[in-house]
């Protein structure tokens, strides 16, 4: 896996600078262009993140107690929230995932 980079100026972004985005862009620090998340960067980051929504209720169905469950819960996204930068594609221009 690696990070994305500029689609104007190929500037290897940092794991911390993907961090925060708003709006599904990124402005370049490098170049100052907007980057956009391609439809397929979306599809790629949902696809991973529903599993996630039902982890707690397989947990539950398996008696786990509540504070196991918790656990499991916090770690599962705190790997989701590591790992989100390497699943980001860039381009020029705003791509709607549904058309």
């Not at 169905?61 to 699943?87: G, R």
């Amino acid at each position: 896996m690696k990070l994305p980079t500029c689609w104007s100026c190929s500037y290897g972004f940092k794991w911390s600078e993907l961090l925060i985005v708003m709006d599904g862009r990124k402005q370049c620090p490098h170049c100052s262009s907007k980057q956009y998340f391609t439809a397929h960067s979306i599809f790629k980051s949902s696809v991973v993140a529903v599993p996630l929504v039902f982890i707690p209720f397989i947990l539950k169905l398996l008696n786990t107690s509540w504070t196991m469950m918790i656990f499991i819960a916090f770690l599962l996204l705190m790997i989701y929230i590591v790992c989100l930068p390497f699943l980001y594609e860039f381009t020029n221009e705003q791509q709607h995932f549904f058309k």
